[in-house]
């Protein structure tokens, strides 16, 4: 027996490519789809709108199809409440929980819609009814599995659950309009990066916060100046690294190397090799990089700037760390709530030639979050994007290149 039910689109539906992508699930997962009214837009500003009947052999092939168009943006008319389950232990979700995207999210509870709070991907959302800890109104918000605790209200399948998939903006103006089209390397590097100095001036402007997410190649690579003026400056609020970079970062400072490496020079000065667990024995010595910095032993660099400029940094640990730092957060899911803290936060996040730490970040970002990821290396930002950060703009560049023209663009 044919199943059916019908689904409805608005929006830039056509250029975003949304309808087409709508059509082609329903068509790969061997349903039908009966358009019912069409209305196009015909103007620059002016909105679509599509309804259409889709059908299926059985309720199960039905169901798979209404998930995939749930996720591109198609929204089901008369949608039902959403169905909520108690947790049945802490850490323990009820089965067939609802597992978010990073695009914005409603839940229809009580025949209204709410919005998601925190949304990112992988978690589930957690509803707590109006009258609920002396509120009036319902909430609802997600978290991660490791988070939720014994009688949690759940929301499990899909049904009263819309997504909405941020519109790629219309020709090229408009916030990142100018960088559609994923990841290249032949775009012209100097206009882009002026452009990517316009954004993040615009986002400090409207009381934005910027998050940059380095990794040790852009100490390596000469760049350390150049981002430390950048936080000096203040167009860097929050800063999210790994050990190895504040490492080499400090590292510079106190002896002029990286990794044992003349950044001038691009010499290897005798002992060299030494220079970083000597940096980590003064720092845990000083009990700290904040202690090492009051105490007159650091003077300069990123890190410097970010404790004399009260930027809050996030140093995550990995089992490859030398030391680690004092500040290296080493328990993984302590390091994973302060990154979710910073993501959440940031209006525009610069994710600076480091692979693992930028996908970690990314995975706690909504899609409505700028994002632009810098690499030398195109499957840096391809991974990124493949591990679901839609959003993410990619540069393939030299990130020693890329920082100091940036900050030459920002501050002249």
């Known amino acids: ?7 409805e689109l608005e929006g830039h539906i056509i250029d975003s490519g949304m309808m087409e992508r709508c059509f082609g699930v329903v068509m790969e997962l061997d349903g039908d789809f009966d358009v019912e009214v069409f209305d196009v837009g015909k103007h620059k500003d002016a909105e679509s709108y599509c309804r259409m009947t889709v059908s299926a052999d059985d309720e199960e ?5 209404l998930h995939e168009l749930n996720q591109n943006g198609a929204h089901l008319t008369n949608p ?28 229809r509870y009580d025949d209204e819609w ?45 049904a009263g659950v819309r997504v909405d998939p941020p519109e790629r903006p219309r020709g090229s103006s408009g916030p990142f309009g100018f960088m559609q089209g994923g990841v290249s390397s032949e775009r012209p590097s100097e206009s882009t990066i002026r452009e990517i100095a316009d954004s993040i001036v615009e986002t400090k402007e409207e009381g934005g916060k910027i998050l940059a997410v380095t990794g040790p190649a852009l100490i390596h690579s000469g760049a350390g100046d150049a981002l430390a003026r950048l936080v000096r400056e203040g167009y860097v609020d929050m800063l999210s690294t790994g050990n190895g970079f504040a490492v080499h970062d400090i590292e510079r400072g106190l002896y002029g190397t990286s990794l044992g490496m003349d950044v001038e020079t691009m010499e290897h000065p005798r002992k060299g090799h030494k220079h970083h667990i000597y940096t980590i024995s003064e720092v845990i010595r ?7 910095v009051e105490a007159g032993h650091i003077e300069e660099g990123v890190m410097y700037e970010c404790v004399a400029n009260d930027v809050p940094y996030v140093v995550a640990g990995s089992i490859r760390d030398d030391g680690p730092l004092p500040d290296t957060i080493t328990d993984a899911v302590e390091a994973q709530n302060a990154i979710r803290e910073q993501a959440h936060e940031a209006d525009m996040v610069l994710m600076l030639s480091t692979l693992l730490h930028s996908v970690a970040v990314g995975n706690c970002l909504p899609s409505t979050t700028r ?40 501050l002249g």
Do not use: W
């Open 1 to 7: 027996m044919t199943a059916a039910r019908t689904v």
């Open 61 to 65: 092939t039905l169901k798979s199809i």
């Open 80 to 107: 039902p409440n959403v169905t909520l389950k108690r947790a049945p232990a802490d850490q323990v979700v009820p089965q067939g929980f609802y597992s978010t995207t990073n695009h914005p999210t409603q839940i």
């Open 114 to 158: 709410v919005e998601v709070e925190n949304i990112e991907m992988d978690c589930a959302i957690v509803v707590e009814p109006e009258g609920g800890k002396g509120r009036d109104a319902p909430r609802a918000y997600t978290k991660v599995l490791n988070a939720i605790e014994e009688d949690d209200l759940v929301v499990t399948d899909e």
């Open 286 to 292: 000083a009990g700290g990089i904040e202690e090492a």
């Open 371 to 410: 994002v632009v990821c810098v690499d030398i290396n195109p499957a840096t930002v391809t991974q990124l994007l493949d591990r679901g950060s839609a959003q993410a703009i990619g540069m393939v560049t030299d990130v020693g290149t890329f920082v100091p023209t940036l900050a030459d663009e920002i």
